[in-house]
Protein backbone atom coordinates (compact mmCIF):
# COMPACT_ATOMS: atom_id res chain seq x y z
CA UNK A 1 0.00 0.00 0.00
CA UNK A 2 1.71 3.38 -1.02
CA UNK A 3 -0.20 6.61 -0.20
CA UNK A 4 0.62 10.25 -1.22
CA UNK A 5 -1.17 13.35 0.39
CA UNK A 6 -1.17 16.23 -0.67
CA UNK A 7 -3.86 19.94 -0.24
CA UNK A 8 -1.85 21.45 2.62
CA UNK A 9 -1.21 25.44 2.50
CA UNK A 10 -1.71 28.41 4.44
CA UNK A 11 -5.19 29.57 5.29
CA UNK A 12 -6.50 32.29 7.89
CA UNK A 13 -8.25 31.47 10.74
CA UNK A 14 -12.17 30.54 10.34
CA UNK A 15 -11.01 29.51 6.52
CA UNK A 16 -10.86 25.80 5.02
CA UNK A 17 -8.71 23.23 3.46
CA UNK A 18 -9.23 19.97 1.63
CA UNK A 19 -6.35 17.04 1.52
CA UNK A 20 -6.44 14.37 -0.08
CA UNK A 21 -4.44 10.73 0.15
CA UNK A 22 -4.72 9.16 -3.06
CA UNK A 23 -4.45 5.16 -2.11
CA UNK A 24 -1.83 2.41 -4.21
CA UNK A 25 -2.57 -0.90 -3.46
CA UNK A 26 -5.31 -3.07 -2.43
CA UNK A 27 -7.66 -2.28 0.91
CA UNK A 28 -10.64 -4.31 1.70
CA UNK A 29 -13.99 -3.12 2.89
CA UNK A 30 -12.80 -3.47 6.86
CA UNK A 31 -9.58 -1.85 6.52
CA UNK A 32 -8.81 1.65 7.98
CA UNK A 33 -7.68 5.06 6.81
CA UNK A 34 -6.57 7.69 9.19
CA UNK A 35 -5.38 11.31 9.44
CA UNK A 36 -3.41 12.22 11.91
CA UNK A 37 -1.49 15.13 12.44
CA UNK A 38 2.21 16.84 14.45
CA UNK A 39 2.42 20.04 15.65
CA UNK A 40 5.61 22.09 16.25
CA UNK A 41 6.80 20.61 19.44
CA UNK A 42 4.07 17.71 19.80
CA UNK A 43 3.39 14.28 19.84
CA UNK A 44 1.90 13.05 16.59
CA UNK A 45 -1.76 13.24 17.26
CA UNK A 46 -4.67 10.88 15.78
CA UNK A 47 -7.30 13.48 13.48
CA UNK A 48 -9.89 11.34 11.91
CA UNK A 49 -10.60 7.65 10.26
CA UNK A 50 -12.70 5.92 8.02
CA UNK A 51 -13.22 2.17 6.80
CA UNK A 52 -12.10 1.58 3.25
CA UNK A 53 -15.89 0.73 3.13
CA UNK A 54 -16.67 4.32 3.24
CA UNK A 55 -18.64 4.18 6.65
CA UNK A 56 -17.74 3.78 10.46
CA UNK A 57 -15.98 7.38 10.93
CA UNK A 58 -14.20 8.83 13.83
CA UNK A 59 -13.09 12.18 15.18
CA UNK A 60 -10.64 13.35 17.50
CA UNK A 61 -12.67 15.80 19.50
CA UNK A 62 -10.41 19.06 18.96
CA UNK A 63 -12.05 18.43 15.35
CA UNK A 64 -15.19 17.30 15.59
CA UNK A 65 -18.27 19.62 14.03
CA UNK A 66 -15.05 21.02 11.99
CA UNK A 67 -13.92 18.24 9.79
CA UNK A 68 -15.00 15.75 7.99
CA UNK A 69 -13.25 12.50 6.28
CA UNK A 70 -14.78 10.85 3.22
CA UNK A 71 -14.04 8.23 0.77
CA UNK A 72 -13.46 9.66 -3.01
CA UNK A 73 -14.02 5.51 -4.98
CA UNK A 74 -13.28 7.34 -8.58
CA UNK A 75 -9.99 8.66 -6.95
CA UNK A 76 -9.45 5.93 -5.07
CA UNK A 77 -8.43 8.71 -2.15
CA UNK A 78 -9.57 9.42 1.32
CA UNK A 79 -10.46 13.18 1.61
CA UNK A 80 -9.88 15.42 5.01
CA UNK A 81 -12.57 18.72 4.98
CA UNK A 82 -11.03 21.44 7.28
CA UNK A 83 -13.67 23.83 7.83
CA UNK A 84 -13.65 26.56 10.58
CA UNK A 85 -9.88 26.47 11.22
CA UNK A 86 -8.38 27.95 13.90
CA UNK A 87 -4.31 28.62 14.50
CA UNK A 88 -4.12 25.58 16.89
CA UNK A 89 -4.76 23.29 13.85
CA UNK A 90 -1.44 24.03 12.47
CA UNK A 91 0.54 21.24 11.74
CA UNK A 92 2.11 18.74 9.54
CA UNK A 93 -0.79 15.99 8.58
CA UNK A 94 -0.36 12.53 7.77
CA UNK A 95 -2.60 10.62 6.12
CA UNK A 96 -1.68 6.23 6.99
CA UNK A 97 -4.03 2.77 6.48
CA UNK A 98 -4.11 -0.45 8.59
CA UNK A 99 -4.63 -3.74 7.66
CA UNK A 100 -5.88 -7.31 8.01
CA UNK A 101 -7.49 -6.08 11.43
CA UNK A 102 -4.24 -4.74 12.84
CA UNK A 103 -4.36 -1.93 15.34
CA UNK A 104 -1.27 0.33 14.86
CA UNK A 105 -0.35 1.97 10.76
CA UNK A 106 1.89 0.16 9.32
CA UNK A 107 1.05 2.63 6.33
CA UNK A 108 2.00 6.15 6.14
CA UNK A 109 2.34 8.25 3.62
CA UNK A 110 4.51 11.81 3.28
CA UNK A 111 2.61 14.59 5.03
CA UNK A 112 1.59 17.94 3.49
CA UNK A 113 1.91 21.03 5.84
CA UNK A 114 -1.06 23.24 6.95
CA UNK A 115 -0.46 26.46 8.62
CA UNK A 116 -3.33 28.77 9.84
CA UNK A 117 -2.57 32.11 10.46
CA UNK A 118 -4.71 34.20 13.24
Known amino acids: VQLQASGGGWVQAGGSLRLSCAVS????????MGWFRQAPGKEREFVAS????????NYADAVKGRFTISKDNTRSSVDLQMNSLKPEDTAVYYC????????????WGQGTLVTVSS
Open 96 to 107: AARTGGRIKYPY
Open 25 to 32: GVLFSDDV
Open 50 to 57: IKWSGDST
